[in-house]
């Protein structure tokens, strides 16, 4: 993780949150405790917690050693959460990063405001801006709103280790493979780029007429949401939406095709009529074998579970990916106690000057004289 060592390295000379208690709610594993290693080398005091059920013990006990407060203990169900995030909040912190808004709605009564917040979710901002409008009395840097994230991590990330899960559960070649893609936002530009890269035919399938456009400008054969590939070997579902792939699609798909969902819920492809239609025959640990009362034979990845963490060996976004999204979040946390610090309070996007600074840092990561 190049780019967030060296702000570790900037934050131990600089000692930017000198004096500052921090408190921490994202996942506790390898990589997020490399970011809480940069805010302590930064001077910070962190209390941490993860969300619920994500915390590597293994990890909380590296961070313990180096002097963060971890509140996670092993075996603890979801009654602790309220009682941790109450914990953090009685330390009164003066810097808090959140995964979900929790901690923050958490810290809105103290008697000590904070100097501000980040963000890392679209959906955590959105519950900040609906039901806690007015309330919010400092600024909260909204992450996941960067146009670095989108590019880098939904796109690339996201189009990288999607393809990369598929070829490695199915050991299948892509070459001369249709390839339909369900959804043309950051998720479904990146999958269509890599399958095309693989050596496949794309045809991208959208309900919104600009996308299309963009994705046959982008150079991909594009449908209606409503039509059914019927030529398609692979179906990858990443909209964001239920039943994108219902029962009555799968029969009319070509005999053997594989589905696939990248998208957070497991509804995109109606895997539970198809599983009451057609048991599935396991392959191995994240592939089965539908036989269609039809006579055509199906295929799935995970249970339409989001393939590239659901599936077996699955571990998500590239390391880089994960290096801006946690270089993010530390930059802005330093943005935030900066003298010269002059946002204003309420959920925002992350300061264009940590993002031009964010991207300039990995292009030097990757050798690019810029
Ligand atoms: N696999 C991962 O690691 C990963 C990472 C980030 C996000 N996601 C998830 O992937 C999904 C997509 O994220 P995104 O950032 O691309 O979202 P997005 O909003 O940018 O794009 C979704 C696109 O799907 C289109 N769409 C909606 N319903 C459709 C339908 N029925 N048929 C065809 N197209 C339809 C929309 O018009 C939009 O263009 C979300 O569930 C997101 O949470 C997954």
């Known amino acids: 993780m190049p780019i967030l060592v060296e702000t570790l390295g900037e934050f131990a000379q600089k000692r930017p949150f000198d004096g500052v ?7 506790l594993e390898p990589k997020t405790a490399v970011l809480i290693e940069a805010l302590m080398a930064g001077g910070a005091r962190v209390i941490a917690m993860g969300n ?36 953090i909040a009685s330390a009164e912190p003066q810097l808090i990063l ?44 909204v992450i996941n709103d960067s146009p670095l994230k989108a590019i880098v991590e939904n796109k ?41 890269r693989r050596g496949a035919d794309v045809t991208v399938l959208e309900l919104d007429p600009t996308k299309a456009l963009e994705a046959a400008m982008d150079g991909f054969d594009v449908a209606d949401a409503s039509h059914v590939p019927v030529d398609a070997n692979v179906v990858i579902t990443a909209t964001g939406r239920a039943g994108v792939v219902d029962l009555a699609a799968i029969q009319q798909l070509r005999d053997g095709v594989l589905l696939a969902n990248a998208g957070h819920i497991d509804t995109e492809i109606d895997v539970e009529a198809l599983e009451q239609s057609a048991p599935g025959v396991e392959l191995s640990q994240s592939l089965t074998r539908h036989e269609l009362p039809n006579g055509k034979t199906v295929f799935c990845i995970a249970d339409g579970k989001i393939v590239n963490l659901a599936a077996y060996g699955g571990i998500g976004n590239p390391i880089e990916a994960m290096d801006l999204g946690l270089t993010l979040q530390a930059r ?31 292009l030097r990561s990757m050798s690019q004289p810029f």
Not at 21 to 27: A, D, M, S, V, Y
Not at 55 to 73: K, P, S
Not at 169 to 187: D, E, F, I, P, Q
């Open 21 to 27: 208690t921090l408190g921490f709610r994202l996942h």
């Open 52 to 87: 619920e059920g994500t915390t590597q013990f293994g990890t909380a006990e590296v961070l313990l050693d180096i002097g963060c407060e971890v509140l996670d203990r092993p075996g603890q169900g979801s009654e602790a959460t309220a009682a941790n995030l109450a914990q």
């Open 98 to 141: 959140d995964n979900g808004a929790e901690l923050i709605v958490a810290c809105l009564r103290n008697s000590r405001v904070p100097l501000g917040a980040t963000e890392e979710t679209t959906s955590g901002a959105f519950r900040l801006r609906e039901e806690h409008v007015g309330e919010v009395g400092f600024p909260v840097i």
């Open 156 to 196: 690339h990330g996201v189009g990288e280790s999607v393809v990369d899960t598929i070829g490695r559960v199915t050991n299948m070649s892509l070459h001369k493979k249709r390839v339909a893609v369900y959804g043309y936002g950051w998720c479904g530009r990146g999958i269509a780029l890599y399958a095309e």
């Open 332 to 362: 802005s946390l330093a943005a935030l106690v900066a003298p010269d610090c002059g946002l204003e309070a309420g959920p925002q996007p992350v300061p264009a000057a940590v993002n031009d600074q964010i991207a300039t840092a990995m």
